[in-house]
T-cell receptor, first 116, second 112 residues
Framework: AQSVAQPEDQVNVAEGNPLTVKCTYS??????LFWYVQYPNRGLQFLLK??????LVKGSYGFEAEFNKSQTSFHLKKPSALVSDSALYFC??????????????FGKGTKLSVIP | NAGVTQTPKFRVLKTGQSMTLLCAQD?????MYWYRQDPGMGLRLIHY???????AKGEVPDGYNVSRLKKQNFLLGLESAAPSQTSVYFC???????????FGQGTRLTVV
C-alpha cells in the first residue's frame, strides 16, 4: 500500500536548537510529498511540498524539508526551533486512487515540543 | 477571505440520530475532502470529490454519505450515529491534484 510513516510520536527539542521531524514514504513512481502543521484546536496548515526539482524544499515559517530518494525519506527541518513551533506535524503523500483521481494520505503525526 | 468553513463547530448526538456536516469553500476549488482525526490515528479520508456532482469513497467510508450538488459545498451525512463516530471531522479543498489542500477549522462530534 502507498503510504507515509512518521516513526516518532513525539519530538522534544530545546529552543534555539535545530529540529528534525522524520517522514518516510512508500509509493510507486515519483512521490508528491507534503508537510502540514496543526496547532491546538485548529485545522491543518500547509508548510511545504515536494513535486519535483531540488531535493531541498523551503517552506513557511523557516521550515525546510529534504527529499532523499535512496532513503525514501522526506524529513522536516528547521535550523533554530522556537517555542511557537510546538504543534502537531503531519507528513502526507499524494496517492493515485483510480479513474484519474488522487487523494492525500497522511501519516499519524508527530507532536513537537520546543522547550524554553 | 473565508477559505474553508465548516458548520457546526461542535455537536453532541445520541446514538441513532442523524446529522449533516456542511463544508463550504470560496476558492473555486475542484477537489474537496472529508477526513476524521482520532488520537494516534492521524487523519483518515472518509470521502472525497473531484468535481461538482462526483463523489468517491476514501479509506473509512462506512456509516457516512456525501453529496456535492454545488461546487462550493460538500456535505457529510451520518444516517445513524454510533459512538465509534465520535471524532474531529475536517473538510479540505484543493484546486488541483498536485496543489496543497486548505483545511477548515474542524467539527468536534460526540456521539453518546
Amino acid at each position: 500500500a502507498q503510504s507515509v510513516a512518521q516513526p516518532e510520536d513525539q519530538v522534544n527539542v530545546a529552543e534555539g536548537n535545530p529540529l528534525t521531524v522524520k517522514c518516510t514514504y512508500s509509493v510507486s513512481g515519483n512521490p508528491y510529498l507534503f508537510w502540514y502543521v496543526q496547532y491546538p484546536n485548529r485545522g491543518l496548515q500547509f508548510l511545504l511540498k515536494y513535486i519535483t526539482g531540488d531535493n531541498l524544499v523551503k517552506g513557511s515559517y523557516g521550515f525546510e524539508a529534504e527529499f532523499n530518494k535512496s532513503q525514501t525519506s522526506f524529513h522536516l527541518k528547521k535550523p533554530s526551533a522556537l517555542v511557537s513551533d510546538s504543534a502537531l506535524y503531519f507528513c502526507a503523500v499524494r496517492v493515485y486512487s483510480g479513474a484519474g483521481s488522487y487523494q492525500l494520505t497522511f501519516g499519524k503525526g508527530t507532536k513537537l515540543s520546543v522547550i524554553p | 477571505n473565508a477559505g474553508v468553513t465548516q458548520t457546526p463547530k461542535f455537536r453532541v448526538l445520541k446514538t441513532g440520530q442523524s446529522m449533516t456536516l456542511l463544508c463550504a469553500q470560496d476558492m473555486n476549488h475542484e477537489y474537496m475532502y472529508w477526513y476524521r482525526q482520532d488520537p494516534g490515528m492521524g487523519l483518515r479520508l472518509i470521502h472525497y470529490s473531484v468535481g461538482e456532482g462526483t463523489t468517491a469513497k476514501g479509506e473509512v467510508p462506512d456509516g457516512y454519505n456525501v453529496s456535492r450538488l454545488k461546487k462550493q459545498n460538500f456535505l457529510l451525512g451520518l444516517e445513524s450515529a454510533a459512538p465509534s463516530q465520535t471524532s474531529v471531522y475536517f473538510c479540505a479543498s484543493s484546486d488541483h491534484r498536485d496543489t496543497e489542500a486548505f483545511f477548515g477549522q474542524g467539527t468536534r462530534l460526540t456521539v453518546v
